[in-house]
């Protein structure tokens, strides 16, 4: 009779919840993050940039292979902002090359596949000077070539956070502007497409950042 009692009429205990896994910076899916802004708000117009919001929660989470063992992690927050860390080998802090921060300036879904050829060609993303907001800005990627070269392609492999797993294609050309001798306001220009053919361009301003200038708090 015991037995019986002890089989079924015991309540099934509840499993703990499963905690995100922290990466590199002790940043993951769903926490809080602190960032130190007033390095770059005491430049006012001179970065078109429009810094967001000190504390951000990270909504979602990427990783992207660039190949030859170099990786992008990517933490989008709540503010159409993300971090971006890009690093070579083992995925530890000492491997990092460099943390940047971006906040999207502008976007626009492509509804034809003839617009869709149009942006992704190297004379759209590609030269070696960009225009935007009234600044202009000169290509890193390939900055050794005088003309205009193809945007570089990636695969995104995203996942947020109601656990929803997907990939982005990304064609893609990073631009910068030097502001002082400390700072460069970086451009980046994306053209990303997903699911069943939604493909959208994306302006996105950016900095780099210092691992004393975020932090996680939660």
Known sequence: MSFFKDLFGKKKQEEAPKQPE??????????????????????????KMEFPGDTQLIEAISRTSLGAGSYMLRYYTSD???????????????????????????????????????VIAADFIGTPI?????????????GDNDGNVPPVAMTEKVENKAGERYSV?????????????????LLLINAEESGDNERMLSYALGVNLSPSQFRVIS
């Open 169 to 185: 294609d990304n064609f893609c050309m990073l631009y910068e502007r030097g502001i002082n001798d400390d700072i460069n306001e």
């Open 22 to 47: 922290k990466g590199l910076f002790g940043l993951h899916l769903g926490c809080a993050v602190e960032l130190s802004s007033l390095d770059f708000r005491v430049l006012g117009d001179e970065l």
């Open 80 to 118: 159409d902002a993300f971090i971006q860390i890009n690093y070579s080998g083992d995925e530890t802090e000492h491997n990092v090359e460099d943390v940047l921060l971006f906040v999207y300036d502008k976007s626009n879904a492509i509804a034809t596949k003839a617009e869709w050829e149009k």
């Open 130 to 142: 960009f225009q935007h907001s009234d600044r202009e800005f000169q290509r890193v990627f390939f």
